[in-house]
């Protein structure tokens, strides 16, 4: 099935060729594949059906000592993230590779959490390498899913001295990962409305202005089950982290009467920017980051807003699947992107919330240094953001995601792809 | 002697062992797959849930309709552009004929999704074509096109346009012109020549790519999700959003299993209403 060829065996290899295979949704063919040839006949493959399903794929991670045990340096690793989130020139992993001789193979594959999820997710059931040591998710369904299922590494914190010393406070307990014990955040975001004031006569404040019939049709929503759900939520004034089944359908009719009235012009993953920049939107769901990126890139003057009833705040965290080739190189790579220096470049570019606050002193620093260029101007426009560090009072104005097991993930999200594919 | 009785099975075993290991063997799996229950950590167990089906078409009927709709109008409109393009070729085409052929397929030297991507900037409101037409007043200045069902259709057109243009080049090019001076020996006309003599010996080559085209854009998904807007699901989309974003395998088997259905049965009922003797002319 799979062609690649494999360093070494690894143990989940060796055991899955020595016992029968439970986990994967490929082991079913397997399974199907062998009895349907014996017999070779449409009883027997009928019998076939019966005799299989897809096993549970959950498994036990390993604790800290037991995985990191003897692991060692490889000198290189894959590393899997979002378009937009580090220069084209990879500066810190140029920096990286300086400080440590570890090659990174960069990859932006990342383009949608749940597809990518669904990417990976037959691979790590079957025990097989995903292609990648260390990669960027959100603190969504999809983190909960690799969390329950076990397909990630604790992370070993002896080895993460930058991220003690230098993480901020809200980011180091969190209800998606408490303690940090598999993840860490790459960054954080907020998402909010973005409006172009070229077509949009008024300032937007609520998230009510959604609903606004003046805007038929020049309305962009997110296709993605949690964004959406959290905006029809907080629109009808309910905290996304403690929603119940009652509070989604409420959410779901309010953002069902907004498609049929014409308001939506469509449902977009991530690519809202042009539609908002040419005038084929004129308001959208959008990403705090990616607004200030494209008007200090493009000079565009695009206006981004926490509404009223509240936004919700997101973190992407790095992590480690359980069949990484390099969890050392990887892990090394994490604790060296907290260091101050090295999280001030990455934030200077991707402009999203830093988990690092003293990032904030740096700028300054730097703007000081700089004296009076364009690139120091900039620096104390971004220190000086609250969409880049959100003040005490923001962040009491942003939620967080709910929490759900996988069971209760169905219901939610077939509630809200039902609005989305219509 | 044995030798050589036994050289076309030989032959022919690569064939098998190709179509029983991707094909038959994934299907069987899959066939499976749409009758069991569960989710994806607990795992999902064989229960022979009918309800799947059942599910499948009572919640995605729409999208699965929408999808006949969409390809059936893309494929006409394949057949309107295309048979044109693909007559002036064979018999106007001249020493060019390679050139022309090639300039077909040069969109596909880029990626498909990126040539999709492309149409986003050419139908944007105020992009090239509307923005010019709203110019000069042609259109009223909140003509909209990106983001509906006509844009979804036009971009599917576009991306199988050279999957009609071929088979029908194909037929036509290898037609005897002699067939066309009989006709004017016989005093047909023109209209007469093409609509007696040259439609009817190009018809297979339009059965081909009614096929080629049909099926792949009714079960497309990246046209509706670059081009599309509310309303303008298609199939394709349900399925890959139930198998990589639910990770709900049964009930995306299911329903790849009613569109193939569906196709199966559209394609036969065609392929009977035409003659079954040019299906098998398409393969020569």
């Not at chain 1, 993230?81 to 580090?86: Q, V």
């Not at chain 1, 999280?343 to 620093?365: K, N, S």
């Not at chain 1, 004296?371 to 942003?398: H, I, N």
């Given at each position: ?11 989940e ?9 439970q ?22 493959a ?9 096993g ?9 000592e ?5 692991k060692?340096r490889?000198?290189?690793l894959?590393?899997g ?11 810190q992993?140029?920096q990286?590779t300086?400080?440590?001789?570890i ?13 990518f999820f669904g990417?990976?997710q ?13 990669m960027?998710?959100p ?30 406070e ?10 940090n ?7 954080s ?5 973005a ?9 937007i ?14 309305v962009?929503?997110m296709s993605d089950a949690?964004?959406?759900?959290n ?22 009719a ?11 012009r ?5 690519d ?19 607004i200030?990126q ?21 973190t992407?965290?790095m992590?480690?699947?359980y ?10 790579l ?19 919330i ?26 104390t ?10 003040t ?6 942003l ?9 209760d ?8 792809h039902?609005i989305?594919?219509? | 002697?044995?030798?050589?009785k036994?050289?076309?099975y030989?032959?022919?075993l690569p064939a098998?062992?190709?179509?029983a ?10 066939l ?8 994806v ?12 089906y ?17 390809g059936g109008?893309a494929?006409?409109l394949?057949?309107v552009?295309?048979?044109p393009?693909?007559y ?11 050139t022309y052929l090639?300039?077909?397929l040069?969109p ?7 040539r999709?991507?492309s ?5 944007a409101?105020?992009?090239v ?37 071929l ?16 006709a ?7 209209v ?6 040259i439609l009817?010996?190009?018809l297979?080559?339009?059965?081909a ?13 990246v046209n509706?999700?670059?081009l599309?807007?509310?309303?303008n ?6 399925i890959q ?11 995306a088997?299911?329903?790849?299993f ?9 394609i ?6 035409l ?10």
């Amino acid at each position: 099935m799979n062609h690649r060829p494999r360093p070494h065996l690894s143990p989940e290899l060796l055991r899955g060729l020595t016992r029968r295979r439970q986990r994967g949704p490929l082991s079913v063919p397997g399974i199907s594949r062998r009895s349907t040839l014996q017999a070779g006949g449409v009883a027997a493959a009928a019998l076939a059906l019966s005799a299989c399903g897809v096993g549970g794929q959950q498994r036990d991670s390993e604790s800290v000592e037991d995985y990191w045990g003897g692991k060692e340096r490889t000198g290189s690793l894959r590393f899997g993230n979002w378009p937009l989130y580090m220069d084209s020139e990879r500066t810190q992993l140029q920096q990286f590779t300086e400080a440590t001789g570890i090659e990174v193979d960069y990859k932006e594959d990342v383009q949608e959490a749940a597809q990518f999820f669904g990417q990976i997710q037959p691979k790590l059931a079957n025990g097989d390498d995903t292609g990648y040591d260390l990669m960027v998710l959100p603190n969504g369904f999809e983190l909960a899913k690799l969390i329950e299922l076990g397909y990630l590494v604790q992370l070993d914190h002896t080895r993460l001295n930058n991220y003690a010393d230098y993480a901020g406070e809200v980011y180091s307990n969190t209800a998606y990962d408490p303690g940090n014990r598999y993840t860490i955040p790459y960054t954080s975001g907020i998402t909010g409305i973005a409006y172009n004031p070229d077509y949009v006569d008024r300032e937007i404040t609520s998230i009510a202005d959604l609903w606004d019939p003046a805007f038929e049709g020049k309305v962009g929503m997110m296709s993605d089950a949690q964004e959406i759900a959290n905006f029809g939520l907080l629109y009808n004034g309910v905290n996304p982290a403690d929603s119940t089944l009652e509070d989604w359908e409420a959410a779901a009719a309010a953002l069902r009467e907004q498609r049929d009235a014409g308001i939506v012009r469509a449902y977009y993953a991530q690519d809202f920017i042009q539609p908002l920049t040419n005038g084929d939107l004129w308001m959208t769901m959008a990403w705090s980051g990616d607004i200030y990126q494209q008007n200090a890139e493009e000079g565009t003057n695009l206006k981004f807003v926490v509404p009223e009833e509240g936004a919700t705040l997101w973190t992407d965290c790095m992590m480690i699947p359980y069949t990484s080739q390099a969890p050392v190189d990887a892990i090394e790579l994490m604790n060296f992107l907290y260091e101050p220096e090295i999280a001030a470049g990455l934030t200077e570019y991707i402009a999203y919330i830093t988990p690092v606050p003293y990032v904030q002193e740096v700028f300054r620093e730097w703007a000081a240094a700089e004296g009076d260029s364009e690139r120091a101007e900039a620096l104390t426009d971004m220190a000086e953001s609250s969409l880049v560090f959100p003040t005490e009072d923001e962040y009491q104005r942003l939620h967080n995601f709910v929490n759900l097991a996988a069971e209760d993930q169905e219901q939610f999200a077939s509630l809200f792809h039902a609005i989305t594919q219509s | 002697m044995s030798n050589r009785k036994s050289t076309p099975y030989v032959l022919v075993l690569p064939a098998w062992v190709w179509l029983a290991m991707f094909f038959v063997v994934p299907i069987g799996g899959m066939l499976s797959l749409s009758l069991t229950t569960g989710n994806v950590v607990t795992g999902f167990q064989q229960t022979f849930e009918v309800g799947n089906y059942v599910e499948a078409v009572g919640t995605y009927w729409e999208q699965i309709v929408r999808s006949l709709f969409y390809g059936g109008c893309a494929t006409l409109l394949c057949i309107v552009i295309g048979y044109p393009m693909a007559y002036w070729i064979a018999f106007r085409g001249g020493a060019h004929k390679s050139t022309y052929l090639l300039l077909i397929l040069l969109p596909f030297f880029v990626s498909f999704v990126l040539r999709t991507i492309s149409w986003r900037f050419l139908l944007a409101d105020n992009g090239v074509v509307l923005g010019t037409l709203k110019s000069i007043g042609l259109i009223p200045s909140d003509a909209a096109v990106l983001n509906s069902s006509p844009a979804v259709i036009l971009g599917l057109a576009y991306n199988f346009l050279p999957f009609m243009v071929l088979p029908i080049y194909a037929v036509l090019e290898r037609m005897d012109p002699r067939l066309v001076e009989a006709a004017h020996d016989l005093y047909a006309g023109r209209v007469q020549a093409f609509l007696r003599v040259i439609l009817p010996v190009s018809l297979p080559g339009v059965f081909a790519g009614v096929l080629m085209t049909f099926i792949p854009t009714s079960s497309d998904y990246v046209n509706s999700s670059v081009l599309g807007g509310t309303h303008n699901t298609m199939i394709g989309n349900v399925i890959q959003t139930q198998y990589l974003v639910n990770n709900n395998y049964p009930i995306a088997s299911a329903i790849t299993f009613v569109l193939m259905g569906l196709l199966l049965a559209g394609i036969f009922s065609y392929a009977r209403a035409l003659g079954t003797e040019r299906v098998m002319e398409v393969h020569a």
